[in-house]
């Protein structure tokens, strides 16, 4: 048997980890704007639902002000607080 | 003096004339208090999210105003009086706010256009 002959216990990983980021650093966006509801739709689920920052990626301090925003284009009903289908 | 942002939803049945009288309304509330209007957008009828007040569609307007800080609590008499709101918000904008919507009243690019496609 050859000596230089490599053996894994475990399989290689082949997929590539993507790393997460936030969308508020990267393309510098300072002022989240709660009439802007095609953005802020990136931040919600399927039934209307804030999506955590563990999915999302972002900061905290955007976390915080995407929810305001969320919250505040919900009360102008300009996006639903329950919804079965929003995507 | 500070920047606020307004938006109020009234009623469907309003037609033109009343719907720009009504704007006509506050906005002069606004100068009349020493404020300044900065940007005036009337988005016309628009379907809800809900139903607020059994309606299913509303007048949007947004304005933009400088105004004194004791400015907002007699405004917000006059919305909450006035049985053509529906609805109203108002926000205090900072300078990354003022800043946003400068631009996109010019018709600039906000950074934001980026962000959507991206996804």
């Not at chain 1, 209307?48 to 972002?58: E, H």
């Not at chain 2, 005036?40 to 299913?56: M, R």
């Amino acid at each position: 048997m050859a000596k230089n002959e490599i053996k894994y216990l475990t399989a290689i990983k082949t997929d590539k980890h993507v790393k997460k980021f936030c969308r508020f650093k990267k393309y510098g966006i300072r002022y989240v704007d709660y009439k802007d509801v095609e953005f802020l739709k990136k931040f919600l689920n399927e039934q209307g639902k804030l999506l955590p920052r563990r999915i999302t990626g972002n900061s905290l301090k955007f976390q915080r002000r995407v929810s305001d925003a969320v919250k505040k284009a919900r009360q102008m009903a300009l996006l639903p607080y329950v919804a079965d289908l929003l995507k | 003096m500070n920047n606020y942002e307004l938006m109020v939803i009234f009623t469907p049945v309003l037609s033109e004339d009343e719907f720009k009288a009504a704007q006509k309304k506050f906005t002069a509330l606004v100068t009349e208090a020493g404020g300044s209007i900065i940007h005036e957008n009337p988005w016309g009828l628009k379907s809800l999210a809900y139903p607020i007040q059994k309606k299913t569609t509303g007048l949007y307007w947004v304005l933009e105003y400088t105004a004194p800080s004791d400015f907002n609590e007699k405004l917000k008499i006059q919305l909450l009086r006035d049985e053509n709101v529906l609805r109203h918000l108002c926000t205090k904008l900072d300078k990354f706010a003022v800043e946003y919507n400068a631009k996109k009243n010019s018709g600039v690019k906000t950074g934001t256009e980026k962000a959507v496609e991206a996804q």
